[in-house]
């Protein structure tokens, strides 16, 4: 059954500009998970604060798969889980357990990613963690945290815990489980989750290949920040945001109703 068979009233007219642009966003999002391969069923999440109110944030409707979700379909939440949407759909108990804790704690954090991808509990699960092995991962290293598993995430008081954990960084290593990153918006998220994910496929096929790897010196770590701006002539996750949404606008198209 297609989203819009499961979900077929539009919000547009119902809330600012800015939200819907932001709830536009992050459905591009989770159908950009979908569409690369990292999304587990229904059962991860991204989350994105409601610009403008204070303790707001969308996430989506538990039991979507990341290419039904819309803009429309997100549901909206208070900074305790309590829905302020009309919609039937609840949301999901692990994830606003985490991303509560984040939007709280974090005021930059306007959008949320957390995945479970193959590669990136793999990574989790090596001793090591993340290695210097490519470009990719140090832009990762840079802005890397590490977090213990303590089970399924349902428990508020793992919330300080998985807060100390990420600091100021824009990637949280959650130990045998997966990824997460911070953004600044939807887009800022995204493409800090692509680099985490791709440092982490490159890892898992370097490691597999059995011959030793050669690292990269931390001295360039150090600098990846500063190289990333350069490279991307200061516009950072908006040089390549517009082009993740006309690859969506040809393969995944609906996700703006």
Known sequence: MP???????NRREEVSEAEWRTRVDLAAAYRLVALFGWDDLVFTHIS????????QFLINPYGFMFEEITASSLVKVDDRGVKLDDTPFEVNPA??????????????????LHTHSLNGVAVSAQQGGMRPLSQHSI?????????????????????????????????LMLR?????TV???????????????TACTIQVRALAGGGE????????????????????????????????????????????A
């Open 95 to 112: 994830g606003f357990t985490i991303h509560s804790a984040v939007h709280a704690a974090r005021r930059d954090a306007g959008c949320v």
């Open 176 to 180: 045998n489980h997966g990824l997460l």
């Open 139 to 171: 832009f990762v290293l840079s802005s890397l945290g590490y977090h213990d598993y303590e089970g399924v995430a349902l428990r508020d008081d793992e919330k300080p815990r998985l807060v100390h954990d990420l600091g100021d960084k824009t990637h």
């Open 213 to 256: 790897c050669l690292g990269i010196d931390a001295a360039i770590v150090a600098t990846a920040q500063q190289q990333a701006a350069q490279a991307t002539r200061g516009l950072g996750a908006q040089l390549a945001w517009p082009g993740l949404l006309r690859r969506l606008d040809r393969r995944l198209p609906g996700y703006d």
């Open 3 to 9: 989203a819009t068979a499961l979900y077929t009233h």
């Open 48 to 55: 994105a604060r409601v610009p403008g109110v204070e303790g």
């Open 183 to 197: 953004g600044r918006t939807v887009a800022d998220a995204f493409l800090a989750m692509y680099f985490f994910e």
